[in-house]
């Protein structure tokens, strides 16, 4: 029995202590939306995705969001929601779980209007 509650309290500081370092964070906030997509790259692994004015997140003040399907291929369906909010010429905002190496906000979450 000491066994086991010893291995939950293990396991439960290892889930504190990776939740704890999730960087998510949303854009503009509140899930509002106020960024019209422009253009929008696509490859074989991922996406960039170019708004039509900087968000200031990661460090940049570039236009630009990431996709990145090679860790969660789910992630690849946010895909057809860009490319709607871009034909439909609708306002977008984001969800974030981080930055790439190139500053890029990589995205989860897509809200639109």
């Known amino acids: 029995m000491k066994k086991i509650l010893k ?9 504190s202590s990776v939740s704890s370092h999730a ?13 019209k997509i422009t253009k929008i790259l696509a490859y074989k692994d ?10 200031g997140q990661c460090g940049s003040s570039n236009g630009k969001v990431y996709l990145d399907w090679t860790t969660d291929p789910d992630i690849r369906e946010l895909y057809s929601t860009a490319l709607f909010a871009w ?11 981080g930055c790439s190496s190139n500053n890029y906000p990589i995205i989860y979450r897509i809200d639109m209007e």
């Open 7 to 15: 291995g939950l309290f293990l396991t439960g500081l290892m889930v």
């Open 23 to 35: 960087a998510n964070f949303q854009f503009p906030g509140n899930h509002q939306t106020q960024f």
């Open 46 to 55: 991922q996406a960039v995705i170019y708004l039509d004015k900087s968000h």
């Open 87 to 97: 034909s439909s010429n609708k306002t977008v905002g984001f969800g974030a779980s």
